[in-house]
């Protein structure tokens, strides 16, 4: 049996991915052994997807559109109900919602599409130093601010190379534009719906700090909200996230309380991958805090 390479986090996410089926089209996922007031956004959505995937017998996910309900329940399991909504020659689609405490928290339209020859073009991927010539996320924090909190120490499922300054940084450019180099930290099994759903996973880690990048905001001193509200993804080829993925993303515009952030996912090649878009939730509790630099 072949052995991949993992870090412990990493390797705790593929487990927590690896649903438990309690019926034919019922799932249940389980929560990281850790402190948290919600449940991670892009944990659910990864589970989500992977629960659609395990009723699809042809094709791979290109898209998913999706909308976070409730906040999640961290002490308590997640039931997934699948929709087997329509079961085509080329396109096949599927329904999840995600349970707690007897209602939805998360929702979720995946289709799946057998590949086909076609018409082709892209946008250039953009100039970026290599992920190598990047120092660890933690390394450069550390460098920078001293001591790190306790999210910092955490091991990580998703190695994260930061291009230019960190978005904590007061030297940071304010445009509403952010790139990352990220990879899953280890080796993953040869399993294109899993792949998918780590990148799922990754992709709900950074897209509002692009909204957040014109303002002078921290999210710990009570003067800001923020939350995922949806989340829509296209998957445009076959994407390996164990593999060097450049995350550029930008923020064409925040108002009434919402924020609309969007991402590119290139690998080292300069292949467009994936794209996602993403509205977040950007309420501001306490007014007197909060600068903007627009």
């Not at 450069?140 to 300054?165: C, L, M, N, T």
């Not at 992709?203 to 989340?231: E, Q, V």
Request: negative net charge; contains cysteine; charged residues 25%.
């Amino acid at each position: 049996m072949q052995q991949w390479s993992m870090s412990e986090a990493l390797e705790l996410l593929v487990n927590l991915l690896d649903l438990e089926r309690i019926e034919v089209n019922t799932f249940r996922g389980r929560h990281p052994e850790e402190e948290r007031q919600r449940t991670f956004g892009g944990q659910v959505a990864a589970q989500a997807l992977m629960a659609a995937g395990r009723t699809v017998e042809f094709g791979s996910v290109h898209s998913l559109h999706s909308y976070f309900l409730r906040p999640g329940d961290p002490k308590i399991p997640i039931l997934y109900e699948v929709d087997r909504i329509r079961d085509g020659r080329s396109f096949t689609t599927r329904r999840v919602v995600a349970i707690q405490h007897g209602k939805a928290i998360y929702n979720m339209q995946a289709s799946f599409h057998t590949a086909e020859e076609s018409i082709e073009h892209q946008l250039v991927m953009p100039d970026v130093p290599a992920p190598e010539s990047i120092g660890r996320l933690a390394d450069r924090f550390q460098d920078e601010f001293g001591d790190i909190d306790e999210w910092f120490k955490r091991p990580h499922p998703i190695d994260q190379r930061f291009v230019g300054e960190l978005p904590w940084s007061p030297n940071r450019s304010k445009d509403p534009h952010q790139q990352i180099w990220i990879k899953a930290d280890g080796e993953l099994p040869d399993d294109p719906l899993l792949h998918a759903c780590v990148i799922t996973y990754a992709s709900d880690m950074s897209l509002i700090d692009a909204i957040l990048a014109p303002h002078s905001i921290r999210w710990d001193d009570g003067s800001f909200m923020g939350a995922s509200l949806d989340h829509c993804m296209w998957f445009h080829r076959t994407v390996k996230a164990d593999e060097w993925l450049l995350y550029d993303t930008d923020s064409p515009i925040a108002h009434g309380g919402r924020g609309l952030a969007r991402g590119f996912l290139y690998n080292e090649a300069g292949q467009l991958m994936t794209s996602m878009v993403q509205e977040g939730l950007t309420r501001v509790v306490d007014p007197s805090k909060v600068r903007s630099s627009s």
